[in-house]
């Protein structure tokens, strides 16, 4: 059985419904929590990270420490960096007394659910589709609610487009100098996390460390693939 909002295969994905931004959309969160609950799923983008670590008064170094795993995407070979579930509830380690601790700096796709979200790594076109079947609660006709209402809520869609398009022009640069085959594709994977995830300040703004650090990297990147 499908739990609401949670597909669970790329066929499932396939199947849900896409939205445009001026459509109807009525869904509410009705603060069950239950998309917090068993989550194993919540892979962090470099944005997510600094968001939750600036949050928490944390080095994002320390916090991904702390609350996450990292390993290496296997069909993308980059950095993944994924919250880790807590050891006694397999729940969200942010999930407190049914509530989300860090609602204000929750990742992407806590604000977006139960929307998935597609990033066209050309143009930074985003496209959306609801996973179904829906939890929540339903506002009255007479709001007319678009997706895009919702969408406005969440406010960050510029940094997630660029974040997306450079993740894909680095797998490919990845991919093109042989992938894990690659006696340096390591070292190279692990440079990647720090200009990605790690190597932020948190009194400044992340955009500007982003595109900062991802200009210093393909040089780097040259050299050592």
Request: aromatic share 10%; net charge neutral.
């Amino acid at each position: 059985m499908t739990e609401p909002g949670r597909a669970e295969s790329a066929a499932a994905l396939a199947q849900c419904p896409r939205l445009a931004a001026g459509e109807p959309f009525d869904f509410v969160c009705a603060g069950c929590g239950d998309c917090c609950r068993n989550r194993r799923d919540l892979v962090l983008s470099g944005y997510d990270l600094y968001r939750i670590a600036r949050r928490l008064g944390l080095p994002p170094r320390l916090m991904a420490d702390a609350f996450c795993k990292q390993e290496f995407a296997p069909q993308t070979l980059l950095p993944a960096v994924v919250l880790r579930p807590n050891a006694r509830t397999g729940n969200c380690p942010f999930f407190e007394a049914d509530a989300c601790t860090i609602h204000a700096a929750r990742p992407l796709a806590c604000a977006l659910y139960p929307l998935g979200q597609a990033i066209d790594p050309a143009t930074a076109a985003m496209e959306y589709y609801v996973q179904l079947p829906l939890c929540g609660a339903r506002v009255s006709a007479q709001e007319q609610r678009t997706l895009q209402n919702y969408l406005d809520d969440a406010a960050r869609a510029g940094i997630d487009a660029r974040w997306a398009v450079v993740c894909t022009q680095l797998s490919d640069k990845l991919q093109q100098a042989g992938g894990r085959e690659n006696p340096r594709y390591l070292p190279a994977a692990r440079r990647i996390a720090r200009a990605l995830y790690f190597d932020y300040s948190i009194q400044d703004d992340f955009y500007p460390q982003f595109n900062a650090n991802t200009q210093a990297l393909w040089p780097l990147l040259d050299k050592m693939l």
